[in-house]
């Protein structure tokens, strides 16, 4: 085994907890919703805190620390091709948005729903259409690793681009079409 | 964009929904049991109940489908060394988790539901889960050998 190999394998694994963990944090959400069990709403929002701050930040930066070293112990790849700077600035992206934002909210909502307040509710709503966008962000990424593109591979960053907007198009629209529904957690779930 | 480069995305999408959702799930039935909660036991039982067949078992599936065809797509031999450990593990691993795992704690969470919690079914459920760490301990040294590729 090589330097580079265990690099990779280390880089891939922690990705892979990242993606996989915020889809599954999703599947647990809707799960939670569909309760409408205000109690087990608030456990699942300190639940996801707990979470982002003690699994997902780690990996998120084991991945980018491994994916940095990748590079450098490459001799064929550097800083300057085209699909790592792409990655670079997704990762920067969805990186702040969780550690500024997603997670950071999550645990208010959690209190705003233990006291029973009428932003739980609404709030909670929008923040699963964020995260929602930040899983499809993450997946982008994923298809940046593996296709690796260059500006000039005109193909490949239309089918990432229509696949992702399409993604992007059906969570915005499942979000209004919950706020019209009544802007209840249980709404964005149908 | 290649075709082998597109099954690839579709198999590490697949890993990772598999693997990495099966780690988070880990954590949310830890923090369930440590919460000290029955009626958050039987839930998080309930969920995994459901994620497991409509979730993992999909994505275990795409996973091999997308090997397989990384495989024919990547003129690799049948009998490479990851190749075989990659399919034998497969089935280890999907046969445990969707023959067994699953089912037995779908059950376990009906159970405490109508009965309410127990010091038997607080044990099955331990044992199911001490279980499903080590398959996805497997999984990840599946992901191990797919990278390193030993033998090539």
Known sequence: MTWYSFLLFVHVSMAIIWIGGGLMMQLFGVRAAMSDDPSRMAALGEDIEWIANRVFIPASLLAFLSGVLLVVESDFYGFGDDWIVIALVLYATTFLAGLLFLGPESGRIGKLTAEGSPQAGPRTMRLIMLSRLDLVLLFLIVYDMTVKPDFGDAGSYIWGVVAAAIAVGIIYWRYRVALVRGGSPRAATG | ?152
């Not at chain 2, 009965?115 to 599946?142: H, N, T, Y």
């Open chain 2, 1 to 152: 964009m290649t075709w082998y480069e597109l099954w690839l995305f579709v198999h590490i999408s697949g890993v990772a929904v598999w693997i990495g959702g099966g780690v988070v799930a880990q954590v949310f039935g830890a923090l369930a049991k440590a919460s000290g909660d029955p009626a958050r036991s039987a839930a998080y039982g309930k969920d995994m109940g459901s994620v497991g067949p409509w979730v993992f078992m999909p994505a275990s599936l795409v996973v091999l489908v997308s090997g397989i065809l990384l495989v024919v797509k990547g003129n690799w031999d049948w009998s490479e060394t990851f190749v075989v450990l990659g399919l034998v593990g497969w089935a280890v691993v999907s046969f445990t988790f969707f023959g067994y795992i699953t089912r037995a704690m779908d059950r376990v969470g009906m159970r405490m539901a109508t009965e309410g919690p127990s010091p038997e079914l607080g044990a099955e459920v331990g044992r199911l889960v001490l279980l499903a760490r080590i398959m996805i301990l497997v999984l990840f040294a599946l992901v191990f050998v797919m990278v390193v590729k030993p033998g090539t």
